[in-house]
């Protein structure tokens, strides 16, 4: 995977040159916003099920979608939901303290919307619950990391979209 | 590859959040990150001082090496690789870790340097040397993390 750090210092080494104005302050930048990173990660960590529990309240819960015929219907399939949405939610975090996407691409959205038309889950329900789980993490981790995550959740959305 | 990057590698394969002393790992490499960057600065700007005076503190210690030889493109070549390895040290520093040492510059160098006939014993004290001088360029702050990069790439050779 690639996080901001390596993004920088691997194109500089191809042209044998030290990291310098622009892309120092890139990392400089970054450095700053590692508290506030590593904030969000420990709180969403160690709340992830409880997050997740809100998010599906919020945008999946007492619709066609849990009852028989639906697609979290049986039970199997919403204990699958709540991994995936779990996937997501640690995939979000991990990009987001990276400041970097590619791990998304490389872990989750890789072949994910064939997977997921192959298997009759609907797209459009699984972008309301991302939806969703950006105000639960928000509501979670305050708005300026929550703006943050924004950033990864949103990713996930333009994947399935 | 960086310690943001590692640790998330080491979450991921155990397909759990960060745990607490992995996180406490990248809030202290944030921490430092204003060192980091001065370290790096400091190192840049100094390149070609260090392997000036780290060369005549070599040459003084080991006068019978290609570099010393008098073939100035020997000396020319020998010294930008010596450029090149405090280059590698930096991205280190701003790393955090020393894949960057590993991976673009000791993977494979001892078959480089026995095949372009450089004694490796010249290049591990070579390498020592410009160690010294960068740590006198440094504050210790700065030294303490350039440090154990530098002395991983003296272990190499």
């Known amino acids: 995977m690639q996080d901001t750090i390596t993004s920088v210092i691997n194109p500089a080494d191809e042209k044998g040159t030290y990291l310098e104005g622009g892309e120092l302050d890139k990392l400089k930048q970054y450095f700053q916003t590692g508290t506030l990173r590593v904030k969000a990660a420990e709180q969403i960590g160690s709340s992830a099920a409880s997050i997740i529990s809100d998010t599906v309240a919020k945008s999946l819960l007492y619709g066609d979608i849990t009852l028989p015929g639906g697609n979290m ?3 199997r399939r919403y204990a699958a939901c709540l991994r995936d949405l779990t996937y997501f939610l640690r995939y979000a975090t991990y990009a987001m303290l990276a400041a970097d996407a590619s791990i998304l691409d490389e872990r989750v959205l890789n072949g994910l919307k064939d997977t997921y038309s192959s298997l ?3 797209v459009e329900r699984t972008v309301q619950a991302v939806q969703a789980m950006k105000e639960v993490v928000t509501q979670r981790v305050g708005a300026e990391a929550g703006q943050e995550m924004d950033v990864y959740l949103d990713h996930i959305v333009n994947g399935l979209s | ?7 998330i590698a080491q979450s991921d394969r155990a397909e759990r959040f960060l745990s607490g ?3 406490t790992q990248l809030q202290d490499f944030f921490n430092g990150g204003t060192t980091r960057i001065s370290a790096a600065q ?3 700007a100094n390149q070609q001082k260090i392997v000036d005076e780290g060369s005549k503190r070599f040459w003084a210690q080991c006068p019978n090496t290609p570099s010393n030889s008098g073939d100035p ?3 020319s070549l020998c010294q930008r690789d010596q450029g090149w390895y405090i280059r590698l040290v930096s991205y280190c520093v701003l790393a955090g870790n020393s894949k ?3 991976d673009i510059g000791l993977d494979g160098m001892r078959d480089m340097y026995v095949s372009l006939r450089v004694p490796l014993p010249n290049l591990k004290l070579a390498m020592r040397c410009l160690k010294e001088v960068a740590m006198g ?4 702050e700065e030294a303490a993390l350039a440090g154990p990069y530098f002395d991983q790439l003296v272990r190499a050779f």
């Open chain 1, 120 to 122: 009759g889950v609907p």
């Open chain 1, 73 to 75: 219907y049986p039970t």
């Open chain 2, 21 to 23: 002393a992995e996180l």
């Open chain 2, 100 to 102: 960057p040492l590993e």
């Open chain 2, 1 to 7: 590859m960086s310690i943001v990057a590692k640790v």
């Open chain 2, 42 to 44: 400091k190192l840049a």
């Open chain 2, 73 to 75: 493109q020997k000396t």
């Open chain 2, 137 to 140: 360029l440094l504050s210790s």
